[in-house]
């Protein structure tokens, strides 16, 4: 089951400037995407999300872009800081479910 | 939003054991999710429960697998006689507002031997 996939296993960006994490899904089906952030022992932290019928939303240094008809969608990091610093899993939903399919999770180091 | 707790937060058992781990909501919610991750891979959906019942289930919630709401709060999930390939973090979710969105507890690290 590789309906949502991550391909870039780790990022390093320096603070202060932009994080890009990518993610990519091959169901036309889902309608609905999230970012969670996870730090070692515990559980994912809820980041931000965005529907099917948009392809852009913004939350503070946060966001999301989404790219229907290449089945991409992205998410912004700006300016990144050390606190940053964790794994990056994209989700996603389909119509009509609740359960949400992961992608493998990108790591990202921010360095000072 | 506050989330949710688990207990425990480590379990060691033994293979063929039950083990029965907790999930402890801030709030009344009625819609809750477990998902594992075993170690170095993705995060992958269990079940969810919707107002005692369940509501989806995915291939890896087989009948050694169940889950109760024995009391009205906490939220359990039992595996009967666990495998070593049991061994993972398990999270318990809860829905947010927006029917969607989902937010997780700490998780409980499962650990088969």
């Known amino acids: 089951d590789q309906q949502v996939k991550q391909n870039s296993p780790s990022l390093s960006v320096q603070e202060g400037r932009i994080s890009i994490l990518n993610c990519d899904y091959t169901?036309?089906?889902?309608?609905?995407f999230l970012w969670y952030k996870k730090y070692p022992a515990e559980g994912p932290t809820f980041l931000i999300s965005?529907?099917?019928?948009?392809d852009k939303n913004e939350d503070g240094r946060f966001t999301v872009f989404l790219n229907k008809s290449a089945k991409h969608l992205s998410l912004h990091i700006v300016p990144s800081q050390p606190g940053d610093s964790a794994v990056y899993f994209c989700?996603?939903?389909?119509?009509?479910?609740?359960?949400?399919?992961f992608g493998t999770g990108t790591r990202l180091t921010v360095i000072p | 939003e506050p989330e949710v707790t688990q207990t425990p937060s480590h379990q060691v058992t033994q293979m063929g054991q039950e083990v029965i781990l907790r999930c402890v909501p801030i709030?009344?919610?009625?819609?809750f999710y477990w998902y594992r991750q075993i170690l170095g891979q993705k995060v992958e959906f269990l079940v969810s429960?919707?107002?005692?019942?369940?509501?989806?289930k995915s291939e890896i919630f087989d009948d050694q697998f169940s889950v109760e709401r024995p009391d009205g709060s906490n939220f359990t999930l039992k595996i009967r006689s666990t495998k070593l390939e049991d061994s993972a973090m398990y999270f318990c979710?809860?829905?947010?507002?927006?029917?969607?969105?989902?937010?997780f507890g700490p998780g409980t690290r499962l650990t088969v031997l």
């Open positions: 989700a996603a939903s389909l119509t009509g479910a609740n359960n949400l399919f």
């Open positions: 169901n036309s089906m889902f309608d609905y």
């Open positions: 965005i529907s099917s019928i948009k």
């Open positions: 709030s009344n919610h009625l819609y």
């Open positions: 429960f919707y107002n005692n019942e369940i509501s989806e």
């Open positions: 979710a809860r829905q947010g507002i927006s029917y969607n969105e989902q937010f």
